[in-house]
């Protein structure tokens, strides 16, 4: 592993001047989970790599009005640990948990696992489901802003470019009536990459009527897949046990997945019907505990 | 880019060393600084062997740049232990025969001091899941969380 | 053996080598540094299955910073022989006219630094002649096959292959006649099994750190099983004598039977030689997966028959199983093992050890017995369930027990598989009530036990204190049960023992730590070293009363008169401190080709929960009983049950290994190498039973290797219990598992 420079900026503007130096051949370090792994393996081979730690905004969590701005670098042993994040949104709370070990959890970032660009990402689906937005800084001092479901492009692709640095995730408050929730199915019970990943997001009146829903799924297509399809069976109903169903099969047709050594292609979209009901379930309960 | 100086806190004392920019604090902990506690069972975060305790948040040191910690604090296996005494972990696991090899144990006691500081009563199934980060092959885990259950309870019962 | 009353042994001591386990002190294969160390590296095959066409080393020995660099040609050739085969051997140690499996070692170099090391391997410029992977038994066998090696024939009784071939070795045991016995059956099972290759899964890697003096002479420190096998093989492939080698071994990071051969520890000999200067490798984890040895896959075919009052009356198997590179699967040890706990008067049982392009296969923890305990016992619970019969009752019906001519040959003497069967269906977890989607599975499992040479000594210290010297790498816990056992004897505290591994320079010839053998091998040879220790110190205090020895006892740690004078009873201490008086140092020795090793038997339950939906299976509580002979220190034997049933549960539910179509593994790595962690178990429970074995002084059996053998078929016998379906292929992942319960549906 070579590496002629190492740095740790401690501003926004710092680190994008760093970055558009370096025209490409720089890597961001947040947790190293994914980077160092690469680097060990040789799949990646940075000119430098630069240490976003220690950028204030890049470490903060704000809840507001508006909603929540999480900074790209949080580790996700602090989300998890901010009671007020997790109450708001449990779904997003709950899939940032899932992130690998206590080790892992001490340096992932939810702004790595969305750069990072891995179809099966956990809180990429959470995100999604939520409507979140990437907050990133461009070179020459300027940000722009891009919603979460068109931030990867494809495996490890994004839409980031030489010199850009994402910030920040701004998640709306949730409505009156909302929740949210994210459940993953893995082999063994911890430390295995996401087979297939459901997030779900509900808004029910106080009658208990489904009057908004986003369904998205993980690992079962080239990025994050948004059912419209799914959402639309639950939007206007009970949440009753028939429309439940179809959007478990509409999330099932939907997937595009791949065989691979975590799961095969069948596999894949069957799961991913029993998770999105099951997800629907649990995002219910924890809406009518709110309503 | 020539070799980094970090100064660092290394179990309570002030330590430093040089490092190149690419190298891990495991191999800075183990080469350069004689702690051979932890171990490197598989450079990928998978296996929990290299476990240390970063500014108090439990993580992988072969997924830790050493240019990292420069200004941080760490805690390894061999800081566990105060004045020649053992730390309770290390006692019950001695007590219960939660180690065969013993490879693992390094990285299991200082996962398991994460967890009491942070959750000083849990589960079985809450100290399960929070080594489920750190493999054994030899044990098959049984006596590990009775030892770490017990090393709560102890731990619990004095600080009352 | 009557019932002797211990004060030590049965207790539960803490293990001597225990602080600098738990303060990081304790220095494991990697933790060796020397001055002027050099880093090595090894070159390895990208393909499965290659001719080497040619080798050129110039360009890495001419970079800046490399001091040695080595392929077989710095090695002497070898024949084929007996046992370990040399030929080989040294063709895995370092690839010659072929490559053989995706890591096989090509060249090895060594560096001032890592970075140069691994510049030096992207020099190495190989020309392969690429050729097609055989990957599998099935494809190894069929008529058209490519094959490894041409000039391998099979060895074995007819039929078998003539001429070039992949199948090695055929062989066969049986007895009676399993077509009358098949015609006298009620009720038959006939059903094909797979298995996948599994390793064994130490988390502490392959590590060696290797010095040669201007005198030629070599230390080696590294983690092993077996430091005397490591020299021996290594003066073979060398070209060396064995006094010219002297292995240290380190404290050892798990094992299971991997760590019993040698990889790395010819090359850092071979490198350090050729450089001059200490030599270090170690291997990293994908290299772990890639070219150490693990448990081949298998394919077996199995029939077997009971009368609807509960009788084997006939089995007949056929076992094919992947050797790997080269010939030596275990296919011998699960022919053998297969019915051993049954009385079964009817068996054929056959075996081919089959070549493939995978790393060449090592023992993991009874070898070959998992696989075909996986297929019997499957068999048998669905024979049971046919017949309306209790499990355990059935295998009852057909236990073998002393006296019984076993079906891999030897009469047997006192066994415990019937008390293990009785102290199974007395657990109150055998009677448990199950919540929905959950199953209860048995089996059962039998490991032979090994003996092979061992040698103790037992010296004593002007304190009073005793140390125990032996050469078997403590791989469980061993160091403290035989300070007990010398504890015992000398009838002094464990704490006042010293247990010491030594290197092949500072103690007698001992054999691997394997085959479950040192508790009870190395374990006798200490026991009689301090017997040896005792009747010389019965001789010494006699001397110093000046009495006939035949009149001194030694009773718990001291000497007594008992010729009618009053005498101060003499301990160690006062008896030590008037050596040189009494002729000189106390010192007892023992050394033995073992034999008498009992064997082992288990008895599993254990409760799944399956998610019907997804095929994800659960283990919730599980019960492992298996006969110790005597458990010097039940800590340490219940230890090796719990781990070797989760290296089962791993073996059924997720492990193996994945390959693409070109032979290159898939998950060379703990992330898609599936290996239980701790929310994957429950506690798992144990029952120490002891029918003591009449061959040890205290009764002790190996246990080590039986409580990997039953957790296969217990786990899948109880998926079968939770949902009907059987599963015959191993690993039950969730998808697999899933497919079987829709085309049921």
């Given at each position: 592993?070579?590496?002629?420079?190492?740095?740790?900026?401690?501003?926004?503007?710092?680190?994008?001047?760093?970055?558009?130096?370096?025209?490409?051949?720089?890597?961001?370090?947040?947790?190293?989970?994914?980077?160092?792994v690469?680097?060990?393996?040789?799949?990646?081979?940075?000119?430098?790599?630069?240490?976003?730690?220690?950028?204030?905004?890049?470490?903060?969590?704000?809840?507001?009005?508006?909603?929540?701005?999480?900074?790209?670098?949080?580790?996700?042993?602090?989300?998890?640990?901010?009671?007020?994040?997790?109450?708001?949104?449990?779904?997003?709370?709950?899939?940032?948990?899932?992130?690998?070990?206590?080790?892992?959890?001490?340096?992932?970032?939810?702004?790595?696992n969305?750069?990072?660009?891995?179809?099966?990402?956990?809180?990429?689906?959470?995100?999604?489901?939520?409507?979140?937005?990437?907050?990133?800084?461009?070179?020459?001092?300027?940000?722009?802003?891009?919603?979460?479901?068109?931030?990867?492009?494809?495996?490890?692709t994004?839409?980031?470019?030489?010199?850009?640095?994402?910030?920040?995730?701004?998640?709306p408050?949730?409505?009156?009536?909302?929740?949210?929730?994210?459940?993953?199915?893995?082999?063994?019970?911890?430390?295995?990459?996401?087979?297939?990943?459901?997030?779900?997001?509900?808004t029910?009146?106080?009658a208990?009527?489904?009057?908004?829903?986003?369904?998205?799924?993980?690992?079962?297509?080239?990025?994050?897949?948004?059912?419209?399809q799914?959402?639309a069976?639950?939007?206007?109903?009970?949440?009753?046990e028939?429309?439940?169903?179809?959007?478990?099969?509409?999330?099932?047709?939907?997937?595009?997945?791949?065989?691979?050594?975590?799961?095969?292609?069948?596999?894949?979209r069957?799961?991913?019907?029993?998770?999105?009901?099951?997800?629907?379930?649990?995002?219910?309960?924890?809406?009518?505990?709110?309503? | 880019?020539?070799?980094?100086?970090?100064?660092?806190?290394?179990?309570?004392?002030?330590?430093?060393?040089?490092?190149?920019?690419?190298q891990?604090?495991?191999s800075?902990?183990?080469?350069d600084?004689?702690?051979?506690?932890?171990?490197?069972?598989?450079?990928?975060?998978?296996?929990?062997?290299?476990?240390?305790?970063?500014?108090?948040?439990l993580?992988?040191?072969?997924?830790?740049?050493?240019?990292?910690?420069?200004?941080?604090?760490?805690?390894?296996?061999?800081?566990?232990?105060?004045?020649?005494?053992?730390?309770?972990?290390?006692?019950?696991?001695?007590?219960?025969?939660a180690?065969?090899?013993?490879?693992?144990t390094?990285?299991?006691?200082?996962?398991?001091?994460?967890?009491?500081?942070?959750?000083?009563?849990?589960?079985?199934?809450?100290?399960?899941?929070?080594?489920?980060?750190?493999?054994?092959?030899?044990?098959?885990?049984?006596?590990?969380?009775?030892?770490?259950?017990?090393?709560?309870?102890?731990?619990?019962?004095?600080?009352? | 053996m009557?019932?002797?009353?211990?004060?030590?042994?049965?207790?539960?001591?803490?293990?001597?080598?225990?602080m600098?386990?738990?303060?990081?002190?304790a220095?494991?294969?990697?933790?060796?540094?020397?001055?002027?160390?050099?880093?090595?590296?090894?070159?390895?095959?990208?393909?499965?299955?290659?001719?080497?066409r040619?080798?050129?080393?110039?360009r890495?020995?001419?970079?800046?910073?490399?001091?040695?660099?080595?392929?077989?040609?710095?090695?002497?050739?070898?024949?084929?022989?007996?046992?370990?085969?040399?030929?080989?051997?040294?063709?895995?140690?370092?690839?010659r006219?072929?490559?053989?499996?995706?890591?096989?070692a090509?060249?090895?170099?060594?560096?001032?630094?890592?970075?140069?090391?691994?510049?030096?391997?992207?020099?190495?410029?190989?020309?392969?002649?690429?050729?097609?992977?055989?990957?599998?038994?099935?494809?190894?066998?069929?008529?058209?096959?490519?094959?490894?090696?041409?000039?391998?024939?099979?060895?074995?009784?007819?039929?078998?292959?003539?001429?070039?071939?992949?199948?090695?070795?055929?062989?066969?045991?049986?007895?009676?006649?399993?077509?009358?016995?098949?015609?006298?059956?009620?009720?038959?099972?006939?059903?094909?099994?797979?298995?996948?290759?599994?390793?064994?899964?130490?988390?502490?890697?392959?590590?060696?750190?290797?010095?040669?003096?201007?005198?030629?002479?070599?230390?080696?420190?590294?983690?092993?099983?077996?430091?005397?096998?490591?020299?021996?093989?290594?003066?073979?492939?060398?070209?060396?004598?064995?006094?010219?080698?002297?292995?240290?071994?380190?404290?050892?990071?798990?094992?299971?039977?991997?760590?019993?051969?040698?990889?790395?520890?010819?090359?850092?000999?071979?490198?350090?030689?050729?450089?001059?200067?200490?030599v270090?490798m170690?291997?990293?984890?994908?290299?772990?997966?890639?070219?150490?040895?693990?448990?081949?896959?298998?394919?077996?075919?199995?029939?077997?028959?009971?009368?609807?009052?509960?009788?084997?009356?006939?089995?007949?198997?056929?076992?094919?199983?992947?050797?790997?590179?080269?010939?030596?699967?275990?296919?011998?040890?699960?022919?053998?093992?297969m019915?051993?706990?049954?009385?079964?008067?009817?068996?054929?049982?056959?075996?081919?050890?089959?070549?493939?392009?995978?790393?060449?296969?090592?023992?993991?923890?009874?070898?070959?017995?998992?696989?075909?305990?996986?297929?019997?016992?499957?068999?048998?619970?669905?024979?049971?369930?046919?017949?309306?019969?209790?499990?355990?009752?059935?295998?009852?019906?057909?236990a073998?027990?002393?006296?019984?001519?076993a079906?891999?040959?030897?009469?047997?003497?006192?066994?415990?598989?019937?008390?293990?069967?009785?102290?199974?269906?007395?657990?109150?977890?055998?009677?448990?009530?199950?919540?929905?989607?959950?199953?209860?599975?048995?089996?059962?499992?039998?490991?032979?036990?090994?003996?092979?040479?061992?040698?103790?000594?037992?010296?004593l210290?002007?304190?009073?204190?005793?140390?125990?010297?032996?050469?078997?790498?403590?791989?469980?816990?061993?160091?403290?049960?035989?300070?007990?056992?010398?504890?015992?004897?000398?009838?002094?505290?464990?704490?006042?023992?010293?247990?010491?591994?030594?290197?092949?320079?500072?103690?007698?010839?001992?054999?691997?730590?394997?085959?479950?053998?040192?508790?009870?091998?190395?374990?006798?040879?200490?026991?009689?070293?301090?017997?040896?220790?005792?009747?010389?110190?019965?001789?010494?205090?006699?001397?110093?009363?000046?009495?006939?020895?035949?009149?001194?006892?030694?009773?718990?740690?001291?000497?007594?008169s008992?010729?009618?004078v009053?005498q101060?009873?003499?301990?160690?201490?006062?008896?030590?401190?008037?050596?040189?008086q009494?002729?000189?140092?106390?010192?007892?020795?023992?050394?033995?080709?073992?034999?008498?090793?009992?064997?082992?038997?288990?008895?599993?339950?254990?409760?799944?929960?399956?998610?019907?939906?997804?095929?994800?299976?659960?283990?919730?509580?599980?019960?492992?009983?298996?006969?110790a002979?005597?458990?010097?220190?039940?800590?340490?034997?219940?230890?090796?049950?719990?781990?070797?049933?989760?290296?089962?549960?791993?073996?059924?539910?997720?492990?193996?290994?994945?390959?693409?179509?070109?032979?290159?593994?898939?998950?060379?790595?703990?992330?898609?190498?599936?290996?239980?962690?701790?929310?994957?178990?429950?506690?798992?429970?144990?029952?120490?039973?002891?029918?003591?074995?009449?061959?040890?002084?205290?009764?002790?059996?190996?246990?080590?290797?039986?409580?990997?053998?039953?957790?296969?078929?217990?786990?899948?016998?109880?998926?079968?219990?939770?949902?009907?379906?059987?599963?015959?292929?191993?690993?039950?992942?969730?998808?697999?598992?899933?497919?079987?319960?829709?085309?049921?549906?």
């Open positions: 592993m070579q590496l002629p420079r190492y740095d740790a900026p401690t501003s926004v503007a710092e680190a994008v001047e760093i970055l558009a130096a370096a025209n490409g051949h720089a890597s961001i370090l947040a947790g190293g989970t994914d980077l160092l690469r680097m060990h393996s040789g799949a990646e081979r940075p000119g430098a790599v630069v240490n976003i730690k220690k950028i204030p905004e890049l470490c903060s969590i704000e809840l507001g009005p508006a909603g929540l701005v999480l900074g790209a670098a949080v580790c996700a042993a602090e989300i998890g640990e901010h009671a007020e994040l997790a109450a708001l949104y449990p779904g997003l709370a709950e899939a940032v948990a899932l992130i690998g070990s206590d080790q892992i959890q001490g340096r992932a970032s939810v702004g790595g969305l750069c990072n660009g891995s179809p099966a990402a956990d809180t990429v689906p959470s995100l999604v489901a939520l409507g979140a937005e990437c907050a990133i800084a461009t070179p020459g001092g300027g940000r722009r802003r891009v919603p979460v479901h068109a931030f990867v492009t494809g495996p490890g994004t839409v980031l470019g030489p010199g850009e640095l994402l910030v920040a995730l701004h998640v408050a949730p409505a009156v009536g909302a929740a949210d929730a994210y459940l993953r199915f893995i082999p063994r019970s911890e430390m295995d990459i996401a087979v297939v990943g459901a997030a779900v997001s509900l029910l009146d106080s208990g009527q489904c009057r908004a829903a986003q369904v998205a799924l993980g690992a079962v297509a080239p990025t994050v897949l948004r059912v419209p799914a959402a069976a639950l939007v206007g109903s009970s949440l009753d028939a429309a439940v169903l179809r959007a478990g099969d509409a999330a099932s047709a939907a997937c595009n997945p791949i065989d691979d050594k975590r799961g095969t292609a069948g596999y894949r069957k799961v991913a019907g029993v998770l999105t009901r099951r997800a629907i379930a649990l995002a219910a309960q924890r809406a009518r505990r709110r309503g | 880019m020539a070799k980094l100086h970090v100064t660092t806190e290394i179990n309570g004392e002030s330590a430093e060393f040089l490092c190149e920019p690419h891990t604090l495991l800075a902990l183990r080469d600084l004689q702690l051979t506690g932890v171990k490197e069972g598989c450079s990928t975060g998978d296996c929990g062997a290299c476990s240390v305790i970063l500014d108090g948040r993580v992988c040191s072969c997924l830790v740049l050493a240019a990292e910690v420069d200004g941080a604090s760490l805690l390894t296996v061999e800081g566990l232990a105060r004045g020649g005494r053992l730390h309770p972990l290390q006692q019950k696991f001695l007590e219960h025969a180690l065969q090899c013993g490879v693992c390094p990285g299991i006691l200082v996962a398991a001091k994460a967890l009491l500081d942070r959750n000083p009563d849990p589960s079985e199934e809450q100290a399960r899941y929070a080594l489920a980060g750190n493999l054994c092959r030899c044990t098959g885990y049984d006596k590990i969380i009775r030892a770490v259950l017990d090393a709560a309870a102890e731990l619990r019962g004095a600080a009352r | 009557s019932e002797r009353k211990f004060r030590y042994v049965g207790t539960r001591p803490i293990r001597h080598d225990g600098d386990k738990v303060t990081g002190r220095n494991f294969g990697a933790d060796f540094t020397l001055a002027g160390l050099l880093v090595g590296k090894v070159l390895r095959s990208p393909h499965a299955h290659a001719r080497i040619s080798i050129d080393t110039s890495a020995a001419a970079l800046p910073g490399v001091h040695a660099v080595a392929t077989s040609a710095d090695l002497p050739e070898q024949e084929h022989g007996p046992g370990v085969d040399m030929h080989d051997l040294t063709r895995n140690i370092l690839a006219e072929k490559v053989l499996y995706d890591g096989h090509v060249a090895a170099v060594a560096a001032i630094s890592d970075r140069i090391a691994s510049e030096a391997l992207a020099l190495i410029d190989v020309d392969y002649e690429v050729l097609p992977p055989v990957l599998s038994v099935d494809e190894a066998i069929r008529p058209d096959a490519v094959l490894l090696d041409e000039s391998l024939r099979c060895e074995g009784p007819d039929p078998k292959p003539a001429g070039p071939t992949n199948v090695a070795a055929r062989l066969q045991i049986g007895r009676g006649d399993v077509a009358k016995g098949f015609a006298e059956a009620d009720e038959i099972v006939e059903r094909e099994f797979t298995t996948q290759a599994v390793h064994q899964g130490y988390i502490e890697p392959h590590a060696v750190a290797a010095r040669t003096g201007a005198d030629g002479q070599s230390v080696v420190w590294c983690c092993t099983q077996g430091h005397f096998a490591v020299r021996s093989y290594s003066a073979r492939l060398l070209g060396l004598d064995v006094s010219q080698i002297k292995v240290i071994p380190s404290e050892i990071g798990g094992g299971f039977g991997g760590k019993t051969t040698v990889y790395l520890e010819p090359l850092a000999i071979l490198l350090s030689r050729k450089a001059g200067r200490p270090k170690v291997m990293t984890r994908a290299e772990v997966f890639r070219a150490s040895g693990p448990a081949g896959g298998t394919r077996i075919r199995l029939k077997v028959g009971v009368t609807r009052a509960g009788r084997i009356t006939a089995a007949d198997a056929t076992l094919l199983y992947e050797a790997g590179a080269f010939k030596g699967s275990a296919v011998m040890a699960g022919v053998m093992c019915f051993a706990p049954y009385d079964v008067a009817n068996v054929r049982l056959e075996g081919f050890d089959i070549l493939v392009n995978k790393p060449k296969g090592a023992a993991y923890r009874a070898p070959g017995a998992p696989m075909a305990a996986f297929a019997s016992e499957t068999v048998l619970d669905e024979l049971a369930r046919r017949i309306g019969m209790d499990p355990i009752e059935l295998r009852l019906r057909n073998v027990r002393e006296g019984s001519q079906v891999y040959g030897p009469k047997l003497k006192a066994v415990g598989f019937v008390e293990c069967l009785e102290a199974a269906r007395n657990h109150p977890h055998y009677k448990a009530p199950l919540g929905p989607n959950q199953g209860r599975g048995v089996a059962a499992g039998f490991w032979f036990n090994g003996n092979l040479q061992s040698s103790a000594q037992v010296s210290n002007e304190d009073g204190t005793a140390t125990v010297v032996s050469g078997c790498p403590d791989i469980g816990g061993s160091r403290t049960s035989l300070a007990i056992m010398a504890a015992e004897e000398l009838g002094i505290p464990v704490e006042r023992v010293r247990p010491v591994v030594a290197d092949t320079e500072t103690v007698g010839y001992n054999d691997v730590t394997g085959g479950s053998r040192v508790t009870f091998a190395t374990g006798t040879a200490v026991i009689e070293a301090a017997r040896d220790v005792v009747r010389q110190l019965r001789e010494r205090a006699a001397a110093l009363w000046g009495i006939d020895v035949a009149h001194v006892k030694w009773e718990d740690g001291r000497a007594l008992q010729n009618g009053t101060e009873p003499l301990g160690i201490a006062d008896i030590t401190r008037k050596a040189a009494t002729g000189g140092p106390i010192l007892g020795r023992s050394s033995w080709m073992a034999k008498g090793n009992g064997p082992s038997f288990a008895v599993h339950i254990g409760d799944v929960e399956l998610d019907p939906e997804t095929g994800r299976v659960v283990v919730k509580r599980y019960t492992a009983v298996q006969d002979g005597r458990a010097i220190h039940p800590s340490y034997v219940e230890g090796q049950l719990q781990g070797g049933v989760a290296q089962g549960v791993g073996w059924a539910l997720n492990e193996a290994y994945l390959y693409d179509a070109q032979g290159h593994m898939q998950n060379a790595g703990f992330l898609d190498y599936r290996m239980p962690v701790a929310s994957d178990l429950p506690m798992i429970d144990t029952v120490i039973v002891e029918v003591p074995n009449p061959h040890h002084p205290y009764g002790v059996r190996g246990v080590g290797e039986t409580p990997i053998v039953p957790p296969l078929a217990t786990v899948a016998n109880a998926l079968h219990d939770a949902s009907g379906v059987r599963m015959c292929d191993l690993p039950m992942s969730p998808p697999a598992v899933l497919e079987a319960l829709e085309s049921r549906r």
